[in-house]
């Protein structure tokens, strides 16, 4: 018996295909995205009016460079091109991450709260999180960095200052600061837990620094600022 001759089907042209193929894909928000990890949403959304920690620190930062005057006439005008995403994306993996640090802190016999906000000295802070349930309170906070791990996490000054802030407030020295590090050729991911103690001398200074840099920018005619 013959065989038959196979013959390849034609190709459909472009214009048969279906038309969800040759459509451009839907481009969502990120803070979308971002928002539906949080069942507290509205907290992510809405923050406290007045003062609030990471304000004064880019505050104080600001005005140690251009200066107090220039600062209270044009506000901050240092250029900043951040990363598209990348700020969701860090929201993205703080919402990730609560489960598994919530299983890690009950292992230790404490209870991790997330998204915490705090008002001391008329000053904001909008925390991660908190372990609570037995002494001492420990503050948690979630970063994530575009780099390979950090020998010394301590020398990242603007993260150990928002930190030192939160001990202030929440009445602790005691920190958990998770890290998600991605970074590398080929791309790597790292998730490390930094357990951090300040001293109570330095948390002062730092909160010290606060209240005068938000006293300076409510009075307007100060002469100086602490510096970072």
Known sequence: MALRKYRQPPRPSRKSLPRWVADEPIVYDLEEVADFLYEDRESHTERRAGHHVTDLMAASEAISEVG???????????????????APLGRMIEGMLRPFISAKAEEEGYQFVPSVEMLVDGIAGNFDGLLVGKDPTIVVEIKSKHSYPLKAVADQTR????????????????????????????????LHEHRLTFSEREIEQQWSMLVKTKRYLESGDASSVPSP
């Open 159 to 190: 993260w150990m200052r928002q930190i030192k802030s939160y001990c202030h407030m929440a009445g602790t020295t005691e920190v958990r600061l998770w890290t998600m590090y991605l970074g590398g050729r080929p791309p790597q991911a790292h």
């Open 68 to 86: 107090l005057h220039r600062y209270m006439q044009e506000g901050d005008t240092r250029d900043f091109t951040p990363f598209h995403g990348l």
